[in-house]
């Protein structure tokens, strides 16, 4: 079975400062993980995926993340956040070992706030 | 990435009546098509999964019945709320997906239902 965990319902950042939105899965084979992010009364936008490969993966809007295997975290990083960036940031999984069904389960999600 | 619509992008009706709601891919050929909801300040909650040509498959506690889903097309997928309560309001979002594992979610604008 394959679980994904966002701990935190909302982060609060000053503009400027970095961001990090915490991320932590539970898969029975290798992950195929994803960050979504969605503003107000919106649909969801691709931000980035991690696939295979390099453990940092770069997305859109300046974002980044980082596959860490032994801490099976995912954790989604800006070096300076924006104003611009509030929204609600979603955490999907897609577990490798899934007899072929391939449904992401997607985390509770978590508001981010820059301030100004 | 894939452009997808959702039509309308809000709607109120009566309790009692029937509501459709429909999904396009504009440049995507959707194999798969998922309908999800949203509670305010929550995160999705996945109703069902359809595949082109073929019944849709819906996750536990929904009602197949009340929630119509019709994937006649490659590029288009309706959700017909049948006998509207003030429950079913809710934030109804359409994603589609090309099959593959690594493959991103593509995610329609929403649907704001508003039943009085």
């Known amino acids: 079975a394959q679980s994904v965990a966002q701990p935190e319902d909302q982060v609060n950042v000053a503009e400027g400062n970095p961001l990090t939105v915490k991320c932590t899965y539970s898969v029975s084979g290798n992950p195929y993980l994803f960050w979504y992010v969605q503003y107000p009364n919106r649909g969801l936008q691709f931000l980035l995926k991690?696939?295979?490969?390099?453990?940092l993966v770069k997305g859109s809007y300046g974002f980044e993340a980082e596959f860490n295997k032994s801490q099976t975290s995912f954790h989604l990083k800006k070096p300076s956040a924006l104003v611009s960036d509030s929204a609600l940031y979603f955490c999907a999984v897609r577990d490798t070992n899934q007899g072929g069904s391939y449904i992401p389960t997607f985390g509770r999600g978590t508001s981010l706030i820059v301030h100004p | 990435g894939a452009v997808v619509s959702q039509h309308p992008s809000r709607v109120i009706c009566k309790s009692g009546t029937s509501v459709k709601i429909e999904c396009r891919s504009l440049d995507f050929q959707a194999t798969t098509m998922f309908w999800y909801r949203q509670f305010p300040k929550q995160s999705l909650m996945l109703m069902a999964t359809s595949n082109e040509g073929s019944k849709a498959t819906y996750e536990q506690g929904v009602e197949k019945d009340k929630f119509l889903i019709n994937h006649a097309s490659l590029t288009l997928s309706t959700l017909t709320v049948t006998s509207a309560h003030p429950e079913d309001s809710s934030f109804y979002i359409c994603?589609?997906?090309?099959?593959?594992?690594?493959?991103?979610?593509?995610f329609g604008p929403g649907t704001r239902l508003t039943v009085l």
């Open positions: 994603s589609v997906w090309g099959g593959s594992p690594t493959d991103t979610q593509y």
């Open positions: 991690y696939i295979t490969g390099d453990n």
